[in-house]
């Protein structure tokens, strides 16, 4: 079946440096995107991506996070001068179309990100 | 905001019981509700869909029901069996155009043999 994955499965990192996760979604889906979730927190939304642009974005997505599709099968989350309460476990997923027409998406495994 | 309210205690269920899992939402209802599992250390996944004009779903062992007038959702598995052991994740799908769905912090099953 197939599936959404993502690098790094764990990355550490210093306070202030910069991270990219990465994520394949699946080959035939259009939308794109990234939630997070915080040690024994609720899942939460980051932003989604269409067509090459963000489609929508939460709070939490500020000027510190950036998304990119760099070529045809990549999906990517950029963290900039990353802060201790970055530390997550970040989670991409794909649809097949948008999700608001009561689309199913799917959930990659996710990368844990620990800033120290 | 939506706020999601599940019971964020751990639920024992005895092998072979029908395990039931809650789900309550304020403000307005969602245009569907969604229910995944999420294994320790490892992405959700999708188990039911469920739309507001919908009052029940079923999948093999599980079934959702959507009470708009209650603002709830009740997720059941039935034949429970250990490997049902997981957290179970409600979500809700604002609609109006809105792509990012709304968690709750999801309820810790356990079957014991």
């Known amino acids: 079946e197939p599936e959404v994955t993502q690098t790094p499965s764990h990355q550490v990192t210093q306070m202030g440096q910069e991270v990219i996760l990465r994520c394949v979604p699946i080959s035939n889906h259009l939308y794109f995107y990234w939630y997070r979730q915080i040690l024994g927190q609720k899942v939460e939304f980051l932003v989604s991506f269409y067509n090459n642009e963000i489609s929508e974005k939460s709070e939490i997505f500020d000027d510190q996070f950036s998304v990119e599709r760099p070529d045809g099968s990549n999906f990517t989350l950029k963290i900039r001068s990353t802060k201790l309460e970055d530390s997550a476990m970040y989670f991409c997923?794909?649809?097949?179309?948008?999700?608001?027409?009561?689309?199913?998406?799917?959930f990659g495994e996710g990368s844990w990100l620990t800033v120290v | 905001s939506q706020k999601i309210e599940q019971n964020s205690e751990a639920l024992n269920i005895q092998e072979g019981k029908t395990a039931t899992l809650t789900c309550n939402y304020t403000n307005y209802s969602p245009a569907y509700l969604q229910w995944y599992r999420q294994d320790p250390g490892r992405g959700p996944v999708f188990l039911l869909l469920?739309?507001?004009?919908?009052k029940e779903k079923r999948k093999e062992r599980l079934k959702v029901t959507f009470d708009t007038t209650l603002k709830q959702s009740l997720f059941h598995i039935t034949a429970s069996q250990p490997a049902d052991s997981a957290t179970y994740l409600c979500a809700l799908d604002e609609g109006g155009g809105a792509d990012g769905l709304t968690f709750g912090k999801g309820t810790h099953l356990i079957i014991q043999p």
């Open positions: 469920i739309r507001e004009n919908e």
């Open positions: 997923a794909s649809s097949e179309r948008r999700r608001t027409s009561g689309n199913t998406i799917y």
